[in-house]
C-alpha cells in the first residue's frame, strides 16, 4: 500500500518535471520565433529584389547583361540564401525539443 506521503511526493516530482518541460520547450520556441522571423525577413527581402529585377526587365528598363541587373539578381541570391540557412537551426531546435510522453 501506498503511503500519502509518497504519493504526494511522486505526484509533486511529476508536476515539477512537466513545468521544467513547459519552461524548457518555451524557451526553444522563443529561439525558434526569432530564426523564423530572421527567416521570414531575409525571404522578404530575396522577394523584393526579385520583383525589382523582373519589372526592371519586362518594362524595358535594364537589359540583362547590365552591370545593375547583375547586382540585383545577386542580392536576391544572397538574402534566399541566407533565408535557407536558418531552416536547419530551425529543424535542430524543433528537435531538442522533449515530448511530454518522454518523462
Not at 504526494?8 to 526553444?28: Q, W
Not at 544572397?78 to 518523462?103: R, V
Amino acid at each position: 500500500k501506498i503511503s500519502t506521503v509518497t504519493l504526494s511526493f511522486i505526484l509533486g516530482a511529476g508536476i515539477m518535471r512537466g513545468v521544467d518541460v513547459i519552461n524548457y520547450n518555451s524557451n526553444l520556441d522563443k529561439k525558434i520565433n526569432h530564426l523564423e522571423e530572421m527567416q521570414r525577413y531575409y525571404g522578404t527581402k530575396a522577394v523584393s529584389y526579385n520583383l525589382n529585377f523582373r519589372d526592371l526587365f519586362h518594362n524595358d528598363i535594364l537589359p540583362l547583361d547590365d552591370p545593375s541587373m547583375r547586382e540585383i539578381g545577386k542580392k536576391a541570391e544572397d538574402f534566399q540564401k541566407k533565408a535557407d540557412s536558418y531552416q536547419p537551426k530551425i529543424d535542430s531546435l524543433e528537435n531538442e525539443k522533449i515530448s511530454y510522453l518522454d518523462f
